[in-house]
């Protein structure tokens, strides 16, 4: 491709708009030229703020206008499969949130779309973005810690989202540990081979009547051996906490920290630090480093970091994690 690529965003959420922002201000090789939201209300309002002549609630008004090049799918798991399986057959590009479906068997049907319409996908997995995970995984290619022999994760929200969120979430093992399920497998270089899950309802009792929990771990075995435990929490009043640790042959590393700025502030009372507060603010960088990645994928014509297959590969281990949760069983892959 040559110039800008001209893209629409589908889905004005929270984490849609941060998108929308770095697509319209932020990304030299991207014009964001239509917003498509469920509302005509949001639609609008957004495309006032970001200086975008067109909006739409109607994604077909997308799909069928030919100058545009990409879209990015910010929308419920539930319509992700439709919304790629369009969106490549009218050749568009797509970079879509995690997970990539809710289903192996939509999983499939979009991964023939793709690779039928030869369009590019990426899925967004933002932590192989992340300055701390990208370096971990570089200095771990180096073979700084040898053999990588464990990984333990973390991924701890500051409370609960709302149950109208929840209840079609799909479970907090495909919403939040599906994070560090593709990023275990990123750093440990391996494939999956079981995973078995625990989890309890502590804070939040709406939880139970959509089977979900805010309490959650996940133990992870690999092919050649080595092991995961991963972590996922609705309650950490105390801040967004993401880190991680790889644990190698000859060393470790820790990754990532709870701490929002360099600072220590020290007072008679003691000494404290501040606290990340939100996702958007933890990956600011991440964010726009991987929509980056994306549209030089498309101006150079190569294969993005996560793509379609990686994204089934995740929500495979994420299924996995919640019939494992459901039967009290391990499950394997």
């Not at 080595?226 to 590393?253: C, H, M, P, Q």
């Amino acid at each position: 491709m040559e110039g800008k690529i001209r893209c629409a965003i589908i889905g004005i959420g929270r984490l849609g708009y941060v998108h929308a922002e770095n697509i319209a201000s932020r990304i030299k090789g991207a014009e964001l030229v239509t917003v498509v939201a469920s509302r005509k209300e949001s639609a609008e309002k957004a495309a006032r703020e970001l200086g975008v002549e067109k909006w739409t609630t109607d994604p077909q008004d997308v799909f069928e206008d030919s100058t545009i090049d990409a879209v990015i799918i910010v929308t419920p798991t539930k319509t992700h499969a439709d919304l790629i399986i369009r969106a490549a057959k009218h050749g568009k590009h797509i970079f879509v949130d995690k997970p990539l479906t809710e289903t192996l068997e939509e999983a499939d049907e979009v991964i023939k779309a793709i690779q039928k319409n030869n369009v590019i996908c990426q899925v967004g997995f933002m932590r192989r973005f992340d300055f701390s995970y990208a370096e971990a995984k570089r200095r771990i290619v180096n073979g700084d810690i040898g053999q990588p022999l464990y990984f333990k994760g973390l991924s701890r929200d500051p409370g609960s989202p709302p149950e109208d969120y929840i209840k079609t979430s799909g479970g907090i093992f495909l919403d939040l540990s599906v994070h560090d399920y593709d990023i275990a497998r990123f750093l440990v270089g391996d494939e999956v081979e079981s995973v078995q899950t625990y989890g309890t309802v502590l804070v939040h009792p709406f939880m139970k009547k959509y089977g979900d929990v805010d309490q959650g771990v996940t133990v992870i075995q690999f092919k050649n051996g080595a092991l995961a435990d991963i972590e996922g929490s609705r309650n950490s009043t105390f801040g967004y906490d993401i880190r991680g640790e790889v644990v190698g042959t000859e060393g470790a590393i820790q990754i990532g920290s709870l701490q929002n700025h360099n600072n220590i502030i020290l007072t008679n009372k003691g000494s404290y630090h501040d606290n990340i507060p939100s996702f958007p603010s933890k990956f600011k960088a991440a964010f726009l480093l991987e929509l980056e990645h994306f549209i030089e994928c498309l101006l150079e014509k190569k294969a993005p970091l996560i793509n379609e297959v990686d994204g089934k590969i995740a929500l495979e281990i994420a299924i996995a994690a919640t019939d494992s949760f459901k039967t009290s069983k391990k499950v394997y892959l």
